[in-house]
């Protein structure tokens, strides 16, 4: 079956086929046994990193033109493309990623002034960015990725639109915001041309908002700029009168999915829904891609998301794919998560561990936090299953684009000082433990984004001590561009050489084994062990040797690390005495000090011999500062 992606984008939804436009890919049977890697279009690749020099590790030979400069960069369009992406696939492979998370490639508006590089204010429905490539290409990236043994999944946004229209001020004045109120919705004054103007009638391609279906003001609820991105404690965040339900996210108008009741009954509201689904069943049909992460979920009504998913489910269904994934971007912690997964009524397939679950994690490698907390993460059993089964509902971040509730906002090596190893590792523990693992673009490159990356004399401080329009900082080019990370310009960053790209690479190929092994370390149970330091056998404690377990139908493998990161640490990890009784050996599959070589050809290790310890089945681990061990 060949491809068929017509040159001219639809004009409206009626234009829009549901016809697959080419061969349809299976989905996988199982996404615990995918490896994602997030990126953001315009921050990755060009493709044109064979005309720069890679980064030498000295930022220095790299200079910027100057700090606000480069500064300044970083809130515009860097020149990264959808064919750049594709271009780097086979360093994705290298790294073990089996699955790609595309940050959102729709069009934005093309007038000059809006900072939405990130593609989070879409214009177009229907249309693929032209500054990111062309609908064929983006069909060209799944299909090529698809080749390679890799899904892909798509960034959506389903809760709003860009900055497409202005409001009236009460004046009869043109106005981007107005403050937040409940009814009556405010009157929209004028769209927005190509050229950032107000203007009464939608002439061309670039103006207003597109399809024609949303040139309709009842699709919006025009009820001003969201003050209060989360409901009170004393509110029950199930009114339909919240404003973060309802309110326009800065200057991107919302779309009318908010309202609780009567959804249902509103045929405004349920045409809203209704056309949404359709654009994003034609994404689908026109790209063969497998997926959705799912942009401000917990901003829409559980009735539209609930809709909206079906729908989505549905449709990849009736093509073939019959594990589609929907992931949704839903900021608040796990409990307003569970709300939104409704596991047994099939909403959301999984959640972003955002928040608090970032800050666990990387609090647990660093030797800061104490590493119950993390683990106490995922209960015995709890609304979403046992606890082998509930991870498939998380996705596990170290790293993202918005870094939700960090202060500073920063990466994981933010601040520097932090080893390549312990950045590795890090990810190894999203690897090796429950939930489905996604890395993000230049973590497996050590990037140390953050929003104390400037200079107070050319940006001053916010209020809150953060430099204004921060997600700048964490969102590097990858490729150099004028806003490369490390405050560099004119280098690159695909080094498959650097110790944490080839640290991760081996944790994933050991990960994603087809054996016992593999299969224990993706879907087993997991169980933190207890560790004899000195004389009695602890918990996981902050600062030292922290180890777990993964048991699937007899098969155990053991993960040790480090979490200090200074000092080697060492002690007896408690084992399944059923399973390895005293004289049984472990095998050492992965350790995080073999050489480069080693690391592409492990070596064959005299394995660990098991313990009798009082009755418990011991092995006795030592690790280097920011250690990494896997057992088995």
């Not at 009556?184 to 927005?192: F, M, Q, S």
């Not at 799912?294 to 093509?319: L, M, P, Q, W």
């Not at 700048?472 to 990370?485: L, P, S, V």
């Not at 979490?563 to 095998?587: C, I, K, N, Q």
């Amino acid at each position: 079956m060949a491809v068929t992606i017509p040159a001219v984008a639809p004009t409206s939804l009626a234009q829009a086929s549901l016809t697959p436009a080419g061969p349809v890919m299976a989905s996988p049977v199982d996404w615990r046994d995918q490896f994602l890697y997030f990126l953001l279009p315009d921050r990755f690749s060009d493709g044109l990193e064979s005309t720069r020099v890679s980064f030498s590790g000295n930022p220095a030979l790299h200079p910027v033109p100057s700090v606000a400069a480069w500064m300044a960069a970083g809130t515009s369009f860097q020149g990264g493309t959808i064919a750049g992406i594709q271009s780097q696939l086979p360093y994705l492979k290298g790294l073990g990623v089996t699955a790609l998370w595309v940050g959102p490639v729709f069009k934005q508006r093309m007038d000059p002034g809006l900072i939405t590089y990130h593609g989070y204010g879409i214009q177009d429905f229907l249309e693929v960015d032209p500054r990111f490539g062309t609908r064929r290409e983006l069909r060209s990236l799944v299909d090529a990725a698809h080749a390679l043994g890799i899904y892909v999944i798509l960034d959506i946004i389903y809760n709003h639109t860009g900055n497409n229209f202005y409001y009236d001020d009460g004046g009869g004045n043109a106005v981007e915001t107005r403050p937040y109120r409940f009814e009556p919705p405010y009157p929209r004054a004028a769209w927005r041309s190509g050229a950032g103007t107000p203007t009464a009638a939608i002439t061309g391609p670039n103006d207003g908002v597109w399809p024609t279906e949303f040139q309709d003001d009842r699709f919006y609820t025009r009820a001003g700029s969201i003050g209060r991105f989360d409901p009170e404690p004393w509110e029950n965040r199930l009114d339909p009168r919240n404003e973060f339900r309802r309110g326009d996210f800065f200057s991107l108008k919302d779309l009318r999915v908010q309202e609780r009741q009567p959804f249902l009954s509103d045929p405004d509201q349920a045409r809203v829904i209704e056309a949404l689904i359709k654009v994003y069943q034609y994404w689908i049909a026109l790209t063969d891609c497998d997926g959705f992460r799912v942009d401000t979920v917990k901003h829409v009504s559980f009735e539209a998301s609930r809709s909206f998913c079906g729908a989505i489910h549905e449709y990849a269904e009736s093509i073939g794919k019959e594990n589609f994934l929907v992931v949704g971007e839903v900021a608040g912690g796990p409990d307003i998560a569970r709300d939104y997964l409704e596991v047994f009524g099939r909403n959301l397939d999984a959640a972003l561990d955002l928040g608090g679950p970032m800050d666990t994690l990387a609090s647990t490698m660093k030797g800061f936090g104490d590493p119950l907390d993390f683990f106490s993460q995922f209960g015995g059993h709890d609304a979403l299953g046992t606890h082998r089964e509930v991870g498939r509902y998380h996705v596990s971040i170290l790293n993202d684009h918005d870094m939700i509730g960090r202060r500073p906002r920063q990466r994981f090596c933010g601040g520097g000082g932090v080893p390549a190893e312990q950045v590795a590792h890090a990810t190894g523990i999203q690897l090796t433990t429950l939930g489905i693992p996604c890395i993000y673009y230049g973590t497996e490159q050590g990037f140390d984004g953050s929003d104390a990356r400037h200079d107070a004399s050319v940006q001053p401080l916010d209020s809150s001590g953060t430099a204004p329009d921060n997600d700048r900082y964490i969102r590097e080019a990858m490729f150099g561009g004028t806003f490369g990370a490390f405050q560099t310009s004119g280098c690159h960053f695909f080094d498959t050489n650097h110790p944490a790209y080839l640290r991760i690479a081996a944790i994933a190929r050991v990960v994603m084994r087809t054996d016992l092994i593999g299969k224990a370390l993706r879907r087993g149970r997991q169980y933190s062990r207890e560790v004899r330091f000195i004389s009695t056998y602890l918990p996981p404690q902050r600062g030292e040797l922290v180890a777990w377990s993964r048991i699937f139908f007899g098969t155990e493998v053991v993960v040790a690390v480090n979490t200090h990161g200074g000092s080697a640490r060492g002690g007896f990890v408690t084992v399944d005495r059923a399973l390895h009784p005293p004289g049984s050996t472990l095998s050492v599959l992965y350790r995080g000090d073999w050489t480069a070589a080693e690391l592409a050809a492990p070596p064959i290790e005299p394995p660990r011999i098991v313990q009798d310890d009082g009755g418990r089945s011991v092995v006795r681990i030592d690790l280097p500062r920011a250690g990494m061990v896997i057992l088995g």
